[in-house]
């Protein structure tokens, strides 16, 4: 091998790094991915050379976007979201990996009064004592809630006083005060410093919302996604993601 090909093959490696370092990673998700992905994302990016950019909102608004074309590398979203992408070719089905999981907790501002929900009937009560209550307009656990709410026999009376979100700002409302009450996954609650965390509902009505990666069947960086996603699941993530209120799948 002559001198000249040597140096031309150096020269194509070194672009190459000098591109890796440079390149995003683009991913879509929840708030709950955006606060991981910010802890693990510096570690990630002095490995692979790959910035992690999290594009966070409603799961369900970020599957409207990747079900509208939107380009991306990996989405992190509820996980039968990502199980309907599979079904439409957006995601490699071989990529599916469980992340995390959270509860629905309830949130109040910071240094208000916390209503007793330690039982059903004491969530029940919290519920109607509650001046107003927000939710997200549309999510996993708006789902849940909603059945919740009938089952409780507080569907009417919740509906006369709730603030439902279009985006993730549920925990922005209680800490500002617009809101009494803030039901979110907890992760949610836990990363805005003026809401404060009374506690997750009663195990027996509380619903699990997984989170589950994918990576996109067009992204040309499906190597660095899967990556990430092997960072993700690693036991060296599991404290991040427990300090922040979920648990590691």
């Given amino acids: 091998m002559n001198a000249f090909r040597l140096l031309a093959i150096a020269v194509a490696v ?30 990630f990016e002095k490995k692979t050379g790959f910035t992690p950019v999290v594009t966070a909102d409603v799961a369900q608004v970020m599957k409207r976007r990747i079900d509208g074309g939107e380009p991306f590398d990996l989405a992190v979203l509820v996980d039968f979201q990502i199980d309907d992408l599979i079904k439409s070719g957006k995601l490699v089905a071989a990529s599916r990996t469980n992340i995390m999981s959270s509860g629905i907790g309830v949130a109040v501002k910071r240094g208000a009064p916390k209503p007793d929900i330690s039982t059903v009937a004491a969530f029940r009560q919290a519920l109607l004592n509650a ?9 996993a656990s708006t789902i849940h809630l909603r059945k919740l709410f009938v089952q409780l026999g507080v569907a009417d009376a919740v509906k006369q006083k709730a603030v439902e979100t279009d985006g993730e700002q549920v925990s922005e409302f209680v800490a500002e005060g617009k809101v009494e009450l803030g039901l979110i996954v907890t992760p949610n609650i836990m990363s805005v410093p003026g809401a404060e965390l009374v506690g997750s509902l009663p195990a027996e009505i509380n619903s699990i919302v997984m989170f589950t990666a994918g990576v996109s069947a ?3 960086n499906q190597k660095a996604a899967s990556d990430l996603i092997k960072l993700l699941t690693s036991p060296e993530a599991k404290p991040v993601i427990k300090a922040k ?4 799948a």
């Fill in 14 to 43: 070194a672009c190459s790094a000098a591109a890796a370092r440079g390149a995003e990673l683009k991913i879509f998700g929840s708030r709950v991915t955006k606060v991981i992905v910010g802890e693990l994302g510096p570690q």
């Fill in 131 to 139: 001046k107003s209550i927000t939710y997200l307009k549309e999510g």
């Fill in 218 to 220: 067009q992204s040309p």
């Fill in 245 to 248: 209120g979920n648990d590691p």
